[in-house]
T-cell receptor, first 114, second 114 residues
């Protein structure tokens, strides 16, 4: 079993839809949870960064962390064609004062159709 | 542009040749990381520098791989005697305590070994 599981999709939705992306993990030491967006042939771009359990909202994006279930989610409201990309979840345990070592999911390929 | 810069963007080489990639982190970021990403997978941790010190190397980093960060500024990743299995996107990221330890990635170097 991989430490982080993420359904690779692909996921195709119409413009304006609410998108739900999620990951599960097995390592209970993970405390920092991130979502990255990656366009084709580009590097990952940090979208959301959360510590421990709870919700965080930033514009059309909401990240949820449920440590008891080892489950994290990213919701995208009013999805736009420009949101079409691969979404990667990532997480890390605090180690040596730096949460440097990220473990990524495989990524979910999202297409938002106009 | 004050982001992470990687060169070259693409590298095509023949099996058995040596290649070197360069990464210029965000200025004043003291932590620098190398990740590798293959098609359909999330990035995998390779190695990590704090200033000029290489503090951790993944088991993925065989003896043919070497990374340096002289003077704690830019970093180079060298692969000796390349193999077809080395074909991947090599990503560099940087972070600092003042930036909340969030990792910011460059656009990567796409390596193709023929």
């Amino acid at each position: 079993q991989k430490e982080v599981e993420q359904d690779p999709g692909p996921l195709s939705v119409p413009e304006g839809a609410i998108v739900s992306l999620n990951c599960t993990y097995s390592n209970s030491a993970f405390q920092y949870f991130m979502w990255y967006r990656q366009y084709s042939r580009k590097g990952p771009e940090l979208l959301m960064y959360t510590y421990s359990s709870g919700n965080k909202e930033d514009g059309r994006f909401t990240a949820q962390v449920d440590k008891s279930s080892k489950y994290i989610s990213l919701f995208i409201r009013d999805s736009q064609p420009s949101d079409s990309a691969t979404y990667l979840c990532a997480m890390s345990a605090k180690s040596g004062g730096s949460n440097y070592k990220l473990t990524f999911g495989k990524g979910t390929l999202l297409t938002v159709n106009p | 542009d004050t982001g992470v810069s990687q060169n070259p963007r693409h590298k095509i080489t023949k099996r058995g040749q040596n290649v070197t990639f360069r990464c210029d982190p965000i200025s004043e970021h003291n932590r620098l990381y190398w990740y590798r990403q293959t098609l359909g997978q999330g990035p995998e941790f390779l190695t990590y520098f704090q200033n000029e010190a290489q503090l951790e190397k993944s088991r993925l980093l065989s003896d043919r791989f070497s990374a340096e960060r002289p003077k704690g500024s830019f970093s180079t990743l060298e692969i000796q005697r390349t193999e077809q299995g080395d074909s991947a996107m090599y990503l560099c990221a940087s972070s600092s305590r003042t930036a909340g330890e969030k990792l910011f990635f460059g656009s990567g170097t796409q390596l193709s070994v023929l």
